[in-house]
């Protein structure tokens, strides 16, 4: 097999995810500085769960929720970065074959369309419920993809057929992307189930939906970092991912101690999905350069 300036996995190097074939390049080490934000998160919601009134004490004029800055914040942090991890991902299955990435980009198109139209449509005169119904099931449908690729236990694809890579790659943002438009426009026209009442608050389903989505981003996280830790050589793509998938994990788990849109406690959260969206960005990146992916 000839030589390539990637480090594209040889045949006998297939293996599960997180394993290794060759030394990672003796100058790495993982930077113990990326990896502060996810506790310093952690602690912080529980600080500010413990320091503030419960929400029917809680004084508004601690919240801030300028109407459009979130939508700005969630097209730039999460849709735009969704989308270039969505591109990286694309170009690196079609590079190595990898499935995982196949599942990775998927989720990404999901978290990325879903975050752009959840954050424009927070402010509809008929309420938040669209806007909510929309991001939490994204966050949802995007953590399973995450979980499936976390217990993915294939190698690369035996296909070297780029046209058939391209071809399932292209079948898999296709469908998640018709999945995220006809979801939104029942969500827009009334009917999916509420996820938010007004005057009444959050139901259920949407306690159920959103608790699924950060409970499965904080066990893949889980599943990546033991992948990582396994490995005798360890791997700046997991490294990255698991990091990325347990900020994300954190912050939609934080909505439920959160007083009011706008509190400290939903800035924590909105930050830690932000910062997670470079984190992976970060992830597909290495595995773009071919950089011990395996």
């Not at 100058?27 to 990896?35: H, N, Y």
């Not at 969704?82 to 990404?108: E, H, R, T």
């Amino acid at each position: 097999m000839p030589r390539t300036n990637r480090n594209v996995p040889e045949p006998n190097s297939i293996g599960r995810v997180g394993q290794t074939a060759g030394a990672l390049p003796p100058t790495w080490r993982p930077s113990i500085l990326v990896a502060v934000p996810l506790p310093v998160v952690i602690v912080s919601v529980a600080v500010f769960n413990l320091i503030l009134p419960p929400s029917a004490q809680f004084n508004r004029g601690l919240a801030f929720e300028p109407p459009f800055l979130n939508a700005i914040l969630y097209t730039v942090f999460l849709a735009f970065t969704s989308c270039i991890v969505g591109y990286i991902s694309f170009k690196s299955y079609m590079q190595n074959g990898w499935p995982f990435l196949v599942l990775l980009g998927s989720g990404a198109i999901v978290w990325g369309s879903t975050s752009l139209l959840s954050g424009w449509l927070t402010n509809l005169p008929s309420g938040p419920n669209t806007a909510i119904t929309i991001s939490n099931t994204g966050a949802l449908v995007t953590s399973i993809f995450h979980f499936v690729s976390s217990t993915w236990s294939r190698g690369p694809s035996s296909r070297t057929d780029l046209k058939i890579r391209k071809s399932i790659i292209i079948l898999a943002y296709g469908s998640v992307l018709g999945f995220s438009a006809l979801y939104s426009a029942a969500a827009l026209e009334g009917m999916t189930p509420l996820f938010f009442v007004p005057g009444v608050g959050q139901t259920v389903l949407r306690m159920v939906v959103l608790g699924s989505a950060a409970a499965l981003f904080s066990i893949s996280s889980i599943l990546f970092a033991r992948r990582y830790f396994a490995s005798r050589s360890r791997s700046r793509t997991l490294y990255w991912y698991f990091l990325a998938l347990g900020l994300t994990g954190v912050g939609l788990a934080a909505v439920f101690f959160g007083r009011a849109p706008g509190d400290p406690i939903s800035w924590t959260g909105r930050a830690a999905m932000f910062l997670g969206g470079t984190y992976f960005l970060k992830a597909v990146h290495t595995a773009f350069k071919g950089i011990n992916v395996h």
